[in-house]
């Protein structure tokens, strides 16, 4: 037990370390210089103008609004967060979990985050993001302005400021700013996992501790000590000085629960509330789709491969929809012949149209901005494989929802002209934001001929497997590329190791929206057919993170993290209450296990991959 005990005592402190770390990266504001005349910052001419937008009760002096002001136009900034030095302890522990700052300031593409206290934002972005400069906000409607604002400024920086005569709540209401102010930094919406992810990490280091010093009295003691001191270790030497610091480390032993439950139950801010109406009129729509069966939304069966005509299937696994857990069972199909993977029978277009509500807009619309904006990494790696071997001008991304790929390949490829094309709305809000120059609304081959001897470079990614006809997307693709272009696939793998350990779990099967799932040889072949000559390809620089514990997640989901999702069976009453608590339960140990199985297989993960890309060239003559 005493060895246990040491174990807990090493991770607190390295955990507290850690967040030493993250807020050591927090700079100061500089104060202003004296003001050298009374010209309106709105009327300053050739200057960069900004608009503030601050929380409720929170007042910025003229003089750091000067400050901020110049030290935006100074560094280039589009975006500049402002947070008092004298957070409470929770708040400051809070953002220090979800936020690195260092890396936050070098990242001029993910999701904005603040302490949601005071903002400073290019007018310009403000007006493109739709929204008014203004005070009054709760924590979490700074919040969604803050991510919102950040998709139109790029540059962005947290500063420590001088904010006199903030509010400074209690009981209950400052439980209620807490809660606003968690769910502003997750960017999630209210029902999912922004409270349970933060509170059940800092009560399971209160559970140890208490367990220990319950069972082990000596050593627990000093683990118990230690845990009171941790608040000092996390904050000496930083810029953020908690005004409760002294009163929270004495009575930690009890603070914690106690802050944990009053967050919990503390009242709905009008952005919450807003946003559960929003959810209940949904509800109704979900409703009364469900009550007529989701059997009806699966077509006909089909006996022989679309891809190659063979009739030699088999039943490889049955998938569900463990993105968003709405209901329905949907079958995958192999080709004995030539291994094409496919949805037998096939969800209907008016299924799809289901399925596919509220994931990337509406109700998901935020969340799904969070993962498409992380996702920088992968975008640079295929702007990378193509500039091996072209240089191109014009480059039309296929499938390219609101552009996010786009967004981060024009800034390397500052000379090409990047243009987007999705058969929904959000092609046109990408080309709002500036991240495309024109935008295709439509499917790609009713569009073949405006799109014919455009485009040097066309890509396809995570694209194809949508598709209802993916060889006939193929054509259109051989016929619209310029002689001597190049056309970039990416898809996800069907014949990885993991697909065949995990089952229906396995991430990448996305049921029901994937509809095929292509072997990389069937695709080559199929490139070389149509007379493309397969260039190259990727598969572990193409992999989509690790599976055991993306799968793990996917089961958690599917059992219900969020007891408010609106196509559940009836507003959520004890029972499903009960069944969310009893999934947070599982969430450690699982998702521990998880992580676990992805570093004993790491071996093999290097070996494998769940996705790939291949590079091919259309002859010049």
Known sequence: MVW????????????????????????????AGPSKNTESTETAGGRREYGLLTATGVEVPDGVRRAAEAHARKHGLGMLDLLPADLPVDEALDLARHLDFEAYRRDRFGMGRGACYALLADRDAIAAARVEPSSGLDPDELGEAT????????????????????????????????????????????????????????????????????????????????????????????????????????????????????????????????????????????????????????????????????????????ARDILQGKPGRFPLDRCGRCGHVFQNPRVTPKGLAFYYKDVYDGLGDVLAERILSSNTPWYTARVAMVSRFARPRAWLDVGTGKAHFCRVARTLLPDVRFDGLDFGAAVEEGAARGWIGRAYRGEFRSLSDDLADRYDVISMHHYLEHTADPLAELDTAAKVLLPGGHLLIELPDPESRFARFLRGFWVPWLAPQHLHMIPIGNLKEALEQRGLEVLAEERREADQGPDFVTSAAAVLNRLGLDVDRPWWPRVPGRAEYARVSATLLLAAPLMALALLADLLTLPLARRDSNAYRVLARKPTG
Do not use: K
Request: proline share 7%.
């Open 147 to 318: 991510a919102r604002l950040r998709l139109h400024t790029g540059t962005a920086d947290i500063l420590v400021a001088d904010l006199p005569g903030l509010p400074r709540p209690r009981g209950r209401d400052r439980m209620e700013f807490r809660r606003s102010r968690l769910r502003a930094l997750a960017l999630v919406v209210p029902q999912t996992l922004a409270l349970p992810q933060t509170l059940a990490a800092a009560s399971a280091g209160h559970a140890l501790v208490l367990a220990g010093l319950l069972l082990a009295p000596p050593a627990g003691l000093a683990l118990a000590v230690l845990y009171c001191l941790t608040p000092y270790l996390v904050f000496a030497g930083t810029r953020v000085s908690p005004r409760d610091l002294h009163q929270v480390a004495a009575l930690r032993l009890v603070h914690t629960p106690w802050s944990v439950w009053r967050t919990l139950t503390a009242p709905r801010t009008r952005w919450e509330r807003r946003m559960i109406a929003e959810r209940e009129a949904a509800r109704a729509w979900y409703r009364s789709e469900i009550d007529l069966g989701v059997e009806r939304f699966l077509g006909p069966r089909v006996e022989t491969c679309p891809w190659c005509g063979s009739d030699r299937l088999s039943r490889h696994v049955v």
């Open 4 to 31: 246990f005990l040491c174990l807990v005592a090493v991770c607190v402190s390295g955990n507290a370390l850690r967040l030493r770390r993250r807020l050591r990266g927090l700079r100061r504001l500089e104060p």
